[in-house]
């Protein structure tokens, strides 16, 4: 924890009515904006009036209680799910009706909780589906083997490495997928999303597995990934060490509700928050 | 080079060496006139059936996608060839054999791709087993439909019917429903066989080492991951299940025209398990694979034809002890470390020459 600089130290100012932004993020244009975002699974509310804004380049924490609805979130935001209230603007864009594939090319990038790695192919095969709409060329190209398809294919190669770089996984380049280490799963996850070279990555629990000390390097690169990339990153962590030390904006979510939005400082010290983890204090003992 | 990469190059020099390997090698027999009659009444259904099974690994082993009707596709092709062959001979008067075959099979090519667009539209924008179902049907629709279609030829035009009595006055049939395709001049030769496979080979290898090969497996691998990498799913399935359809539709044309009659019953759901027993035995993913499982398979009944009545029997059997040893952990192990020290004598003979 002590070489790792607090970056939740950065002064927020508001943005909208209630939206807030890291102060250098003011002038640009937010990456993200939710507006009363919502929805029903049969009558259930699983997410409800739900709204966030995020920066150009904040990092941003989504936290809750288990069930709280911070997935569902991801998978609104996302497009897995079509939300039956509100909207989910990505760069301005609004992204009512849009399928996951578009949602992914206005600039959105994920990790799963559950690691959605492609388990038989290689690592670098991995790291280079997410650089499909990047560097292209198309199927009959493929198959004439065409002066174009040297090129791209080495194009693609060069930046996969490069891109393995950032968790110093090129050796693992030829490994299989699925036959690697849990935690090495969810950092060529990360690498995967970073590939599509996204505007917003979304991390869900990205620490889940991890040991204090894998844990506290992952904080640095998010740190790094972000200063690197100038992206804006969304997280959805139980490891309130990571949460706190990384996230410049937190977001309490409980059973499908915001309850509190703020800095790092504020959340700790926020009595509703307190009580979503730990329960309601008893009043007087009568 | 890396180790993915020059295991990728072996793997392909190796399919390539075998195939033409056992080009050289039967041409050579049949020079000779060393090879037995039964064997070079083979070789033509021998490639079909090769190609049958590579482009059916295509639709379930690279693209993870179940697919029941492979032998319509087939017939689709066989009549197209029958069709457009027997069309150019008697309304074009095209006698050149080889132009004949290969337009035919370019044909039946195109027509089995777009049957198989029209199937894959609808059904692969879902996601489960509904691609196994509706091939399954199509399969037995087609063998339905070809079985009371009835094509002729007069006056240099095609005339298509689903009634016998409307043809015209002085018609040569080509398709003459339930007796299928008749009167077509076999003019399949080994020769364009090899070549089929070698384009199927080619196609299907260098379409798995792509970008669009890469996005193929990915939906395979993981459906969700793959839309939220921005890869369209529904249209890398497409692409396979197209192609794999085409290259069914020219073996079948390639099929169709190596005798005198089509018949729909040779187009049975059976012939399709049957090509599924060759991708299964060979290995899904697995192209080399399918190669020799399709020949052996093919070669073997022939040859205990004494046998041959409990041959779907066996099929069944070893379809399902296959399925047991290769998913059973123990068995693996002892394969693998018994495949390992060959591996090892290979990369050290590999790293030595690349060192001296």
């Known amino acids: 924890m002590s070489q790792v600089k607090r970056r939740a130290n950065v002064k927020m100012v508001p943005l909208q009515s209630d939206a807030i932004v890291p102060e250098r993020d003011i002038d640009k244009a937010p990456v993200l904006e939710a507006r009363h975002l919502g929805i029903e699974f049969g009558g259930l509310k699983a997410v409800d009036d739900f709204n966030l804004t995020i920066g150009r380049t904040e990092i941003a924490g989504l936290i809750g209680p288990n069930g709280a609805g911070k997935t569902t979130v991801f998978n609104l935001i996302t497009k897995v799910y079509e939300p039956t209230m509100g909207a989910v603007l990505i760069n301005g864009h609004d992204t009512k009706g849009l399928s996951i594939v578009q949602a992914s090319k206005l600039g959105i990038a994920r990790t799963f909780q559950n690691i959605r790695l492609f388990d038989q192919m290689t690592v670098e095969e991995n790291v280079r589906i997410g650089l499909h709409n990047q560097i292209k060329y198309d199927m009959a190209t493929g198959i004439l083997r065409l002066p174009r398809y040297w090129k791209q294919e080495k194009r693609q190669h060069e930046k996969a490495l490069e891109l393995l770089h950032i968790f110093d996984m090129e050796k693992l380049a030829d490994e299989t997928a699925g036959s690697l280490p849990y935690g090495v799963q969810r950092r060529l996850e990360i690498v995967r999303a970073l590939a599509t070279n996204p505007s917003l990555l979304l991390l869900d629990e990205p620490a889940a597995g991890m040991n204090p000390h894998e844990t506290e390097e992952l904080m640095e690169n998010i740190a790094k990934i972000r200063d690197q990339f100038q992206i804006a990153i969304l997280l959805i962590e139980h490891d309130m060490s990571l949460v706190m030390g990384v996230c410049e904006g937190i977001c309490v979510l409980n059973f499908g509700k915001v309850i509190a939005k703020g800095t790092a400082d504020e959340i700790q010290a926020n009595p509703v928050v307190i009580e979503a983890y730990l329960g309601k204090k008893k009043e007087a003992q009568a | ?356």
């Open chain 2, 1 to 356: 080079m890396t180790k993915a990469k020059r295991n990728r190059l072996i793997y392909n020099i190796v399919t390539f060496a075998l195939v033409i390997g056992a080009f050289l090698l039967l041409q050579s027999m049949i020079a000779n006139k060393s090879i037995t009659r039964s064997l070079k009444g083979q070789l033509v259904p021998i490639c079909c059936w090769v190609v049958m099974a590579v482009s059916l690994n295509l639709v379930i082993g690279i693209s993870g996608e179940l697919s029941l009707g492979h032998a319509g596709f087939m017939s689709v092709g066989a009549y197209t060839g029958a069709v457009i062959s027997g069309w150019l001979l008697n309304a074009h008067g095209v006698d050149n054999t080889t132009l004949r075959l290969v337009l035919a099979i370019v044909a039946g090519g195109m027509a089995a791709g777009v049957m198989g667009a029209l199937i894959g539209i609808p059904v692969l924008r879902l996601r489960g087993d509904y691609l196994a179902i509706v091939t399954l049907a199509f399969g037995e629709i087609i063998r339905n439909l070809v079985n009371v279609l009835y094509v002729g030829v007069a006056d240099g035009r095609l005339t298509f019917s689903f009634l016998n009595k409307s043809m015209p006055e002085g018609v040569t049939m080509l398709v003459d429903g339930a007796k299928g395709a008749v009167k077509i001049k076999p003019i399949s030769t080994f020769t364009a066989g090899f070549v089929l496979i070698l384009i199927t080979l080619i196609v299907v290898l260098n379409l798995v080492n792509s970008r669009a090969g890469r996005a193929i497996k990915a939906t395979r691998d993981n459906r969700i991951a793959a839309e939220s990498m921005g890869v369209p799913v529904t249209k890398y399935k497409m692409m396979a299940f197209v192609t794999a359809a085409a290259l069914a539709g020219m073996a079948g044309a390639l099929y169709g025209l190596n005798s005198s009659t089509v018949v729909p019953t040779q187009f049975t759901f059976n012939q399709s398990i049957n090509v599924l027993v060759f991708v299964v035995l060979g290995g899904l993913g697995n192209v080399l694979g399918s190669v020799i499982s399709a020949t052996l398979l093919t070669v073997l009944p022939e040859m205990l034809r004494a046998f041959s009545d409990y041959r779907m029997l066996v099929y069944a059997v070893v379809l399902i002890l296959v399925m047991i040893f290769t998913n059973n952990p123990l068995i693996r192990s002892v394969l693998s470390s018994a495949v390992a020290p060959i591996k090892r004598a290979l990369r050290g003979k590999k790293q030595g020459g690349e060192t001296a």
